[in-house]
């Protein structure tokens, strides 16, 4: 099993571009989760989702838009990059209660 | 809302050495999670504790839930220069949202050789 997969690793853009993150897990796992990473700020909760179909926000939504068409993928949009949306992100999974576990991070840069 | 409060934001230590990081929730948590990112890497699961008062170890970390369900500490004793990475701790929401964990802010620990 791969577990949490993220494409790209690394993405550079520039500012007013476009892009998708693209997340899959082979854990049929209900939930899913992404998760930008700052220096000094921890793991803050962009959105997530509670099953296929479901999206809902978390403590960072502005700028960002999800989709969770099948069960096993969770796609994060940037439709207009900022600068401050330079950071690292996290997509991860977990059932009900159990824990979660993390894809291995998509780099973005944006200048 | 729900905060998750960690101290120390760093830590650097001699290879050897004990270490301790401190967790602090502003509510109650049914349980408490424990995560290990390596630089450079992802966070990884280490540990979850339900009881209050629970005692868990692994080797050399062990790991306290308090009797109030609002603190939570991991130790490591006789540190090695692989336990470098920043410890997290992530506690679930209330009610039905507690599949979200709300993750503190994190302690970096260094090990000098």
């Known amino acids: 099993n791969a577990g949490v997969t993220q494409t790209p690793k690394f993405r550079v853009l520039k500012t007013g571009q476009s892009m998708t993150l693209l997340c899959a897990q082979d854990m049929n796992h209900e939930y899913m989760y992404w998760y930008r990473q700052d220096p000094g700020m921890g793991l803050r909760l962009i959105h997530y989702s509670v099953g296929e179909g479901t999206t809902a926000k978390g403590e960072v939504p502005d700028g960002y838009n999800v989709s969770r068409l099948k069960k096993q993928n969770f796609l994060l949009g940037l439709e207009s990059a900022a600068p401050s949306q330079t950071s690292v992100y996290f997509c991860?999974?977990?059932?009900?209660?159990?824990?979660?576990?993390f894809g291995p991070g998509t780099r973005l840069l944006v200048l | 809302g729900q905060q998750v409060m960690q101290i120390p934001q760093y830590q650097h230590v001699q290879e050897g050495e004990d270490f301790t990081t401190y967790c602090n929730s502003s509510?109650?948590?049914?349980?408490i999670q424990w995560y290990k990112q390596r630089p450079g890497g992802h966070p990884v699961f280490l540990i979850q504790l339900v009881k209050s008062g629970e005692v868990k170890k692994q080797k050399r970390l062990t790991f306290q839930f308090g009797e109030a369900k609002k603190n939570s500490s991991l130790h490591i004793t006789a540190t090695q220069t692989t336990d470098v990475g920043t410890y997290f701790c992530a506690g679930p929401g209330s009610g039905g949202s507690n599949y979200k964990l709300t993750f503190g802010k994190g302690t970096l620990l260094t090990v000098n050789p």
């Open positions: 509510t109650t948590l049914s349980n």
């Open positions: 991860a999974s977990s059932t009900r209660v159990g824990t979660q576990y």
